[in-house]
C-alpha cells in the first residue's frame, strides 16, 4: 500500500477503505509517512469529505494511535463533557460535582487556555494547592472513592491528532468537518468514558460561527460516537454572549461556588443544569425530566456543593478557599468600564471579550505564557439589559495598569448599542440526541 494512492484516490472523490485509512494514520504518527504527503490528504479530504464510515474509521484510527484510559469498570456510570470552547465558560466545575453526587462516574482530563477562551486546567489550579498531575492509579482510586476527578491531559494521548492539527493549523485545512470532528472525537474515545455529552458553542465567541455549521458539526460528532460504541447527545449553546459574569480564572472559580451555594442564578445556572441532566439520562438511560429533577436536587440540595468541596481536597486544594472565596488573591487594579451612552446593549463581541481578558492577563497567546489568576473581567451588563450613559459595564481586574486604557477602549469596542428594546438571547439553541 503507498501513501501516494490513497491521496490520489481521496483527490478523485473516491471513499477509501478501512485499511488505507489506518495506514495514513499510523504511518504518519510513526513518521514512515511524510508532513507533505499528510497535508495533501488532508487537502484533499477538505476537497471531497468523507463518509460517516470514513471519519468514524478515521476517528477510531487517530484515538488508538497512542495511550487510552480504560474506564469499563465503571461500566454505564462513566461520562465525560465535552465543550467545544467559549468564553466564561466554567461549565466543568458546576457539573462534574452535580453529576457526581447523582452517582455517576466523571473521570475527565482537560485542557488548558490558549487565545480567546479559557481552560479548566488553568481555573482548578487558581485554587490553593489543587494538582492537576497524578499518577493512573490515583486517577482510577479518586473516581472509583468519589465519583470525580479532573487532571491535566497526561502521557501520550491521541498523537496522531497533535500531529495532524499542527498541520492543519498551518495549511488552511483547519475548517473540514471531518477534520474537526476526529480531532475533537478521537480526544473523547481515547478518554475512555461510556456516555459523553458535547456543549457545542455556536456564535462570535465560539468556533462555529452559525446555527447551521454548528449542527452538522454536533450531528456528526453525536454520529459518530454512536458509531463506535458510545451513549451521545449534544447541545447546541449560544458564545455570542460569555457565559455567566465571570470572565478569567479565579473569578470564574467564584462564580462557580456561588452557583454551587445556591447565590447565583441565571444563564450559567440554567446551562449547567441541562448538560448535567443530560449526562445523568444517558448513564442512568433514564428520561430528560427524570434526570433534570435528580440533577436539581443535587444542586438544591447542597449535596453538589460537598461533592466539590470533597473532589477539591481531594486533589490537594485548600477547603478553606471554597468556603471563604475572599482568600483568593487580589488583583492590584480594578476599573470600572462606564457606558458612553445610554440605550439596550444590542450584541456583544464575544471572542473581543475574550482577548480583553488576555490582555489584563487571564489568558496567554502561547502555551509557554505564564497566567494571571487573578486577571479578569466581571460583568455588570449583557445582551439584552439596558444601560444608562455613565452606569458600569463591566470590572477590569488586572496587575498591569499600563493596559487597562487599551483593556477599556476593546471592551467598549465589542459592545453594539440600540434605541429599542432588546430580547434577551436564547442560550440553548438545541438539543441533539
Given amino acids: 500500500m503507498r501513501m501516494y494512492d490513497i491521496i490520489y484516490k481521496k483527490r478523485k472523490g473516491c471513499e477509501l477503505s478501512d485499511d488505507e485509512i489506518r495506514f495514513a494514520v499510523n504511518g504518519f504518527t510513526d513518521g514512515t509517512i511524510p508532513d507533505y504527503q499528510m497535508s495533501a490528504l488532508a487537502m484533499a479530504i477538505c476537497f471531497n469529505s468523507m463518509t460517516d464510515r470514513e471519519t468514524a ?37 458546576i457539573v462534574a460535582p452535580i453529576v457526581a453526587a447523582c452517582g ?12 480567546h477562551t479559557g481552560g479548566t486546567v488553568d481555573k482548578l489550579e487558581s485554587i490553593k494547592g489543587y494538582k492537576t498531575e497524578t499518577t493512573v492509579e490515583d486517577f482510577f482510586k479518586q473516581t ?51 456516555s459523553i455529552v458535547l456543549d457545542v458553542k455556536v456564535g462570535s465567541g465560539a468556533f462555529m460561527p ?47 461556588i456561588s452557583v454551587l451555594k445556591g447565590e447565583t442564578v441565571g444563564d450559567l445556572k440554567e446551562i449547567c443544569l441541562a448538560l448535567s441532566a443530560n449526562m445523568v439520562a444517558l448513564c442512568y438511560k433514564i428520561s430528560y425530566e427524570e434526570a433534570y429533577a435528580k440533577a436539581l ?21 485548600d477547603e478553606s478557599w471554597i468556603d471563604d472565596t475572599s482568600l483568593f488573591p487580589k488583583a492590584g487594579f480594578i476599573y470600572e468600564v462606564k457606558a458612553k451612552e445610554s440605550g439596550w446593549i444590542k450584541a456583544m463581541n464575544t471572542a473581543t471579550i475574550g482577548n480583553v481578558s488576555s490582555l489584563l492577563g487571564a489568558g496567554r497567546v502561547t502555551k509557554t505564557d505564564v497566567i494571571d489568576f487573578s486577571a479578569g473581567i466581571e ?5 439584552g439589559d439596558f444601560v ?8 477590569l481586574y488586572t496587575n498591569k495598569e499600563e493596559v487597562i486604557s487599551n483593556a477599556e477602549q476593546l471592551y467598549l ?12 438571547p436564547d442560550l440553548i439553541y438545541k438539543t441533539i440526541i
Fill in 57 to 93: 474509521t478515521l476517528t477510531s484510527a487517530m484515538a488508538k494511535s497512542g495511550d487510552t484510559v480504560d474506564l469499563s469498570e465503571f461500566g454505564e456510570l462513566s461520562v465525560d463533557k465535552h465543550s467545544t470552547g467559549g468564553v466564561g465558560d466554567k461549565t466543568t466545575l
Fill in 104 to 115: 455517576a462516574k466523571v473521570a475527565k482530563m482537560s485542557g488548558r487556555g490558549l487565545g
Fill in 413 to 424: 469596542s465589542s459592545l453594539t448599542f440600540s434605541n429599542m428594546a432588546v430580547p434577551k
Fill in 297 to 317: 436536587h443535587a444542586l438544591e440540595s447542597g449535596l453538589a456543593y460537598n461533592k466539590f468541596k470533597e473532589w477539591i481536597a481531594y486533589q490537594g486544594g
Fill in 210 to 256: 452559525d446555527l447551521e455549521s454548528a449542527t452538522v458539526l454536533a450531528e456528526k460528532m453525536v454520529e459518530i460516537g454512536k458509531h463506535c460504541g458510545r451513549n451521545m447527545a449534544a447541545l447546541i449553546t449560544n458564545m455570542d454572549v460569555p457565559l455567566g459574569c465571570a470572565v478569567g480564572n479565579s473569578l470564574e472559580v467564584i462564580e462557580a
Fill in 144 to 194: 472509583r472513592d468519589i465519583g470525580v476527578s479532573v487532571i491535566g491531559q497526561t502521557g501520550n494521548m491521541t498523537p496522531a491528532d497533535k500531529k495532524l492539527y499542527a498541520l492543519r493549523d498551518v495549511t488552511a485545512t483547519v475548517d473540514s468537518i471531518p477534520l474537526i470532528v476526529s480531532s475533537i472525537m478521537s480526544k473523547k474515545l481515547a478518554a475512555g468514558a461510556k
Fill in 388 to 395: 444608562n450613559a455613565g452606569e458600569t459595564l463591566c470590572t
Fill in 379 to 383: 460583568l455588570n451588563k449583557k445582551t
